[in-house]
Structures are given as structure tokens and as C-alpha cells.
């Protein structure tokens, strides 16, 4: 595969990754954060930076971040995000260091 086209693959790779992140959170009251879990930790291979989590994070709940740094959740390091919510809450998302995949989710 030439360089351009291994980038494209890369990029279009994160791209559904990070929406697939979204389309998972957004729907774990419904699911156990584990069950989304293994899918997004087979999408990627590398580790997430803060901002990346910061992006995942705001995409899944709009609003403001207050906070945002590692931690670690249910035994895995993660970013844990902290979100005043536009929709009135206040989130805290945990996402995977290793992997990017949802960890969990809360909203009070």
C-alpha cells in the first residue's frame, strides 16, 4: 500500500473510531459501558491523548469542560473528562488511555 493511501485508511480508521465513540456513549444508559468496550478497543491500536479524550468527550455530551486528566477507572488508566452539559448535567466520561474505548459514563 503506498504512503497516501495507508494515510487515508489511518485517518478514515480514526475518524469512525471517534464517531463510533460517540454513537456508543450517547447510547450507554440503554448498555453496560463494557458491552461497547471490545469494539472500540479492536478499532484502535494506539494510545489517546487528553485532547483527543477532551474531543470524544464533548462530542458525546455539548457543553463545557472543567476539568479533564488521568485517572484510573474500573482497574484501567483513563482520561477522565468532567463536563458542565448544555443539557443541564454535569458528565463525567471515562475513556481508556490504551485504546480510546468508553469506560464509563455518568451524568448527575
Not at 24 to 35: I, L, Q, R
Not at 49 to 55: F, L, M, N, Y
Not at 75 to 92: R, Y
Request: proline fraction near 4%; include cysteine; glycine fraction near 6%.
Amino acid at each position: 500500500m503506498n504512503k497516501p493511501r495507508a494515510f487515508t485508511a489511518a485517518a478514515l480508521l480514526a475518524i469512525t473510531t471517534c464517531f463510533a465513540s460517540s454513537t456508543f456513549a450517547a447510547d450507554s444508559k440503554t448498555a453496560a459501558p463494557a458491552a461497547t468496550a471490545p469494539a472500540a478497543a479492536t478499532a484502535t491500536a494506539q494510545e489517546i491523548s487528553k485532547e483527543q479524550a477532551v474531543e470524544m468527550a464533548l462530542r458525546a455530551h455539548p457543553g463545557t469542560v472543567t476539568k479533564a486528566y488521568e485517572d484510573t477507572k474500573k482497574g484501567k488508566k483513563t482520561w477522565e473528562v468532567k463536563i458542565n452539559g448544555n443539557d443541564g448535567k454535569k458528565w463525567e466520561v471515562h475513556y481508556e488511555i490504551k485504546t480510546g474505548a468508553l469506560v464509563s459514563e455518568e451524568g448527575k
